[in-house]
């Protein structure tokens, strides 16, 4: 292991919760291990010595609390510092947590700022452990307040807790302007887990970022996009609905169809979405997916029923991806259609919804997409 960093290890056998933290904890500072399961958190313990350990509740084998236990009655292991994840809350659990060895606790889900301050204190505050052996300083952080009292359940997003994510990305970005290469750096990973963040929430549209933002960049490239097109085309796309962090949970999570009021809560996504990102300069063509990517070509679209070219390229590419994922993937409403029926959607909507002459390019890379999520669905 790299003696100049803090090594962390994290014993969470969720894939989601590995993918927010390893985008969370840059290399310059934290060196990041994994463990599957409680007796392989043992066993990278005994082999690594983490500086901390952050170890979730529930895993396979063995509980966290039975992990504390056999990490604290071995001498290499009963100094370091263990931060416990957990989406349950209760005294009886705390009381055994801290029974068994645990410095604190982390609720999921938790924001960025609100990990890499609890991993920053837990340094601070153990002078034997190693990394305050070889002189490593705990930089002062801003508390994000409110993350460690929630009692949501594991793996759902309420619209607070988002809230934060989004506080993150625009305070993550102030404070690292002055060095530009960190700048695009901290933007592409906040970004990243902000676009997870958002899957956390509405389960029923998991993966839906990740396929939207294949199918319009490949049809981008299809079309000749140059490399920074290509990037703010994928940036956007990611963040197309982060507006949703502004609807209600009864609205976007409710499994029947909406009223008419909630349906105008819905509809104010987009504006809700461009208002959170606008003053970010780095986003600045990204935006106009994430703003018009429900506008349609006749005009009958919204926020602001515009029509044609005013509807920008970005804008217009993306919304082909939207349709035909909606149309391929199971909703709570319905199920997944064919893909030759979203072929057929797609040419029948040339001209009104769509772009016609994007429109065209999606349909001579229509196999290929297809191709791309029958491969992932089959991994």
């Not at 010595?49 to 504390?68: A, F, H, I, K, T």
């Not at 009655?73 to 370091?80: D, G, I, V, Y």
């Not at 460690?148 to 988002?162: F, V």
């Not at 005013?310 to 199971?330: E, K, M, Q, S, W």
């Amino acid at each position: 292991m790299d003696s100049s960093r803090a090594c962390i290890l994290l014993a969470d056998d969720d894939r989601r919760i590995q993918q927010l933290v390893g985008i969370t904890l840059d290399g310059d500072d934290f060196q990041l291990c994994y463990a599957k399961d409680g007796r392989d958190a043992i066993k990278v313990a005994r082999e690594v010595q983490p500086d901390v350990v952050l170890l979730d509740y529930q895993m396979p084998e063995l509980s966290g609390v039975e992990v504390c236990r056999a990490l604290r009655a071995e001498s290499a292991t009963e100094q370091t510092a263990i931060v416990m994840l957990t989406g349950q809350g209760g005294d009886a659990l705390r009381d055994s947590a801290y029974a068994a060895g645990v410095d604190d606790f982390l609720t999921k889900p938790f924001s960025p700022l609100a990990l890499e301050q609890k991993i920053r204190a837990m340094l601070a505050r153990k002078p034997r452990s190693k990394a305050a052996a070889r002189g490593w300083q705990a930089p002062t952080e801003m508390q994000t307040p409110g993350v460690e009292n929630s009692t949501t359940p594991a793996g759902h997003m309420t619209r607070a807790q988002l809230m934060l994510y989004a506080s993150d990305l625009n305070q993550s970005m102030r404070q690292l302007r002055r060095a530009h290469a960190e700048l695009r750096t901290s933007y592409l990973s906040t970004i990243e887990a902000l676009a997870t963040a958002l899957e956390l929430r509405d389960t029923a549209t998991q993966g839906h970022c990740s396929r939207v933002t294949r199918y319009t960049l490949a049809a981008a490239r299809h079309m000749g996009c140059e490399p920074d097109e290509l990037e703010q085309i994928q940036w956007g796309s990611l963040l197309h609905d982060v507006g949703k962090i502004g609807v209600p949970d009864a609205v976007l999570l409710k499994p029947a169809p909406l009223l008419p009021s909630e349906w105008q809560l819905m509809l104010q996504h987009p504006e809700l979405g461009y208002d959170m990102l606008r003053t970010i300069p780095f986003l600045s063509q990204a935006l106009a997916i994430v703003r018009f990517h429900h506008e349609r070509f006749d005009g009958g679209g919204y926020p602001l029923g515009i029509a044609g070219q005013a509807i920008p390229f970005g804008a217009r590419l993306f919304a082909v991806a939207d349709t035909v994922d909606a149309i391929t993937v199971d909703r709570p409403y319905r199920a997944a259609r064919s893909w030759d029926f979203a072929r057929d959607e797609v040419a029948r909507s040339r001209g009104t919804q769509f772009d016609p002459v994007i429109t065209v390019a999606y349909l001579e890379i229509f196999d290929r997409l297809s191709a791309r999520q029958e491969g992932e669905d089959s991994e």
